[in-house]
């Protein structure tokens, strides 16, 4: 026969097990890698619209997705659900597609990622794209048709450069560079990424007012698109703006560094980079997530 001391004992052990458990799996679900969190929500918070963190660390509330087809763009990738982004974002897009048909005889845009449903970091790709402020929009213009869902998922767009200093003449068009300085002219581009020869090429083609080159920087790959980042909405308190790029056009010593081997030479191994946790993100995310 069990005495009752022995049975308050062993209950005061499960009771304190229990605890123990609940507890630890509490502050593991603080540690729980936010890509696993964001990379699988399939839709957008039914929140106020705010953009909460920094590019690379933040997450979205109420985004909005950008259709699938409009009358001067197609989203492409549509199986990564990644055509989600602020407001501000998807009528960026939307008024650059319309604009870059109507008064620069493009095409038509193919764009790549925006961002996923309630942003945060992604499965797969990018560091950025968290805020749903930044897009990519490819080199590729759209065809004549509308592309399958097949050729949505297959397409390839087509890389404009030839080496790290020249642009591939045979792809580059003067319509590429009419598209890029119309997407940096509107007051809410904070930046634009291309590759250096990109860079060169805008440089020496633009003539008269040279202040949207400003926007336009040159950096690693970039070579198939574009990568637009919009400021931070003026309504998003959380959000924090990447610094404004430096003063004058960055056709000078700027450029000349990008075109030399300096940028690509070996550099010591850098330490490893956990992956950001769900605690590593600004405390709205959670409320993003709920």
């Known amino acids: 026969m069990v005495s009752i001391g022995k049975v308050s004992s062993v209950c005061l052990l499960l009771s304190a ?14 540690d729980v890698i936010a890509k696993q969190l964001f990379g699988t929500v399939k839709d957008a918070a039914d929140l106020k619209p705010a953009a909460h963190g920094t590019y690379t660390r933040g997450c979205l509330a109420g985004g909005r997705r950008l259709a699938e087809d409009g009358e001067a763009w197609q989203a492409m990738r549509l199986s990564r659900n990644r055509n989600w982004g602020h407001p501000n974002l998807v009528a ?56 399958t869902k097949s050729e949505r998922e297959n397409v390839s767009s087509i890389s404009v450069v030839k080496n790290r200093r020249e642009i591939n003449s045979k792809t580059w068009t003067t319509g590429h560079a009419k598209l890029l300085k119309r997407a940096a002219s509107y007051n809410e581009v904070a930046r634009i990424f291309v590759n250096p020869p990109i860079k060169k090429a805008l440089c020496k083609w633009a003539k008269g007012d040279r202040g949207w080159l400003r926007k336009i920087r040159a950096w690693y790959g970039h070579t198939y698109h574009f990568h637009v980042r919009l400021k931070c909405p003026r309504d998003s308190k959380g959000c924090r703006d990447q610094g404004a790029p430096p003063s004058g056009d960055g056709c ?39």
Request: charged share 25%; with cysteine; proline share 8%.
């Open 92 to 147: 960026y897009v939307e008024r650059l597609a319309r604009d870059a048909k109507k008064l620069d005889g493009w095409p038509g845009l193919l764009v790549g990622d925006l961002a996923q449903p309630r942003g945060g970091p992604m499965l797969t790709g990018h560091a950025s794209h968290q805020l749903g402020l930044d897009a990519d929009i490819w080199m590729l213009p759209a065809p004549g048709r509308t592309y």
């Open 17 to 30: 097990t229990f605890a123990f458990a609940v507890g630890s799996q509490s502050a593991a679900a603080k």
């Open 252 to 290: 000078g010593s700027e450029l000349k560094w990008w075109l030399s081997d300096g940028p690509y030479k070996k550099k010591k191994p850098t330490k490893f980079k956990p992956e950001l946790k769900l605690s590593d993100l600004p405390k709205a995310c959670k409320s993003v997530l709920k």
